[in-house]
């Protein structure tokens, strides 16, 4: 902001000879005195980047043709009016006029900074300061990472500096569109500052490629950056297609062709066909990444892989092959490929492959519809059976007696009752069994 209008100079007096030295130095003293809110002098401070044009401009309200004039830090004077005694031809008069002194000044360096004073000779004289203020942008920006090339989880550290600034640099660090946080240092060197932001990173196969980027935040410069791109190697990702059938059952006597695809940094060197938990039938033919079954039979079911390998790691994807009868027709719900990650590691990343679960689910489907159906002629089996036997009860219901019930009605005593019950009383009248 600009400062207070002082009064400066000597005004008129009068007295005796001896109390004018006195007076010049009360005089002098009160120039330093600053002014109310009345003053006519006006300015404003100015912020320029190093090497630009900065202007400063003196102003004068209600002017009554007093004389302006421009001083340097040093109180040196720059203009006085429209005339530069100052030998510094940066300085060049912009305007002059009775209420507005503007000079500019190019080229600015750090040295430049400081307090210009803005003076108006009138009675008393007033005065009043601008401050230049020079911002300086970094000289340099450079990213440093600590491992030219990384291998998939691995951390790594980039370091990125922004050299002689002032003021002091904010940095900030970007991987792609994402932003990331940093640790950031600041070193002073004079009136220059040097910042340098350390990120570390882990980074895994989807970071290949990627750019990471250190952008900084200076008034003096917009959009200044630099970056670089990351290189990371990773395990095979591994993918196995079927060519034929190419949609269907793989029925006993057809042929069967598989083709394995591997990508990876390096490029896989290395990739072999093998049956899981069990020896590859003689008749199989294989051919680099393909695997051929030219007559498929009941022996050939198992699970096939193919594995590839580079300098990081290996990994695998795995065919699980069901053969069917030359009779069945039903479509299996889920083809025979799946892909089994060698680690949990891998789990994150998810190899590139059709991962699907056997043929064991149309297996499965298939037997229940057969217990369904079964189950159902069960249940009408008990239901037709109810009914046959409710419709007998209903017709042969009515009042039974048996033989052993013989001569119990005119017995004394249970034991009288079971000897009648055998024959013991043949006079007794007979029992007779009414049918309905």
Request: some cysteine; aromatic content about 8%; charged content about 20%.
């Amino acid at each position: 902001m600009a400062g207070r209008a002082q009064p400066s100079g000597p005004a008129a007096c009068g007295g005796a000879p001896g109390l004018l030295p006195l007076l010049l130095l009360l005089l002098s003293a009160a120039a330093i005195i600053p002014r109310g809110d009345g003053q006519n002098l006006v300015t404003e401070d100015v912020t320029v980047v190093e090497g630009d044009v900065a202007t400063i401009s003196c102003r004068v309200k209600n002017s009554d043709d007093s004389v302006i004039q421009l001083l340097n830090p040093n109180r040196q004077t720059i203009y006085f009016r429209d005339f530069r005694p100052l030998k510094d031809s940066r300085f060049q008069l912009v305007n002059f006029s009775n209420s507005e002194l503007r000079v500019s000044l190019t080229n600015v360096s750090i040295s430049d900074e400081g307090r210009y004073f803005c003076q108006l000779y009138t009675d008393p004289p007033q005065e009043i300061y601008t401050t230049i203020t020079v911002l300086v942008p970094p000289r340099n920006l450079v990213i440093d990472i600590q491992k030219e090339i990384a291998v998939e989880g691995e951390e790594i550290e980039l370091n990125c500096t922004a050299m002689a600034s002032r003021p002091a640099t904010t940095i900030r660090w970007f991987k792609g569109n994402k932003e990331l946080t940093g640790k950031s240092e600041v070193e002073q060197w004079s009136d220059m500052y040097t910042v340098t932001s350390q990120l570390l990173l882990k980074v895994g196969r989807e970071d290949d490629g990627v750019p990471v980027i250190c952008l900084v935040d200076h008034p003096a410069v917009k959009d200044l950056q630099t970056q670089r791109y990351l290189e990371v190697m990773y395990k095979p990702q591994v993918r196995v297609s079927q060519n034929y059938p190419v949609q269907g059952l793989t029925r006993e006597g057809e042929p069967l062709e598989l083709t394995c695809a591997a990508f990876g940094k390096p490029q896989p060197t290395d990739m072999r066909w093998l049956r899981v938990d069990d020896e590859m039938p003689q008749h199989v033919v294989v051919s680099g990444s393909n695997l051929l079954i030219s007559n498929l039979n009941k022996t050939d079911n198992g699970t096939y892989r193919c594995e590839a390998s580079n300098a990081v790691g290996k990994s695998h994807a795995d065919y699980m092959l069901f053969v069917y009868d030359t009779t069945a027709t039903t479509e299996p719900a889920v083809h025979g490929f799946t892909q089994l990650p060698n680690s949990a590691e891998e789990l994150d990343y998810g190899d590139l492959s059709d991962s699907r679960a056997g043929e064991e689910g149309a297996i499965r489907s298939v037997d229940h519809a057969v217990v369904g159906g079964v189950v159902a002629v069960v249940v009408f089996a008990m239901l037709c059976l109810l009914i046959i036997l409710g419709r007998y009860f209903a017709r042969h219901k009515g009042t039974y007696f048996t033989h052993e019930a013989k001569g119990a009605d005119d017995a004394a005593d249970a034991d009288t009752a079971i000897i009648n019950a055998e024959g013991g009383q043949n006079n007794s009248e007979e029992k007779k069994e009414y049918f309905i």
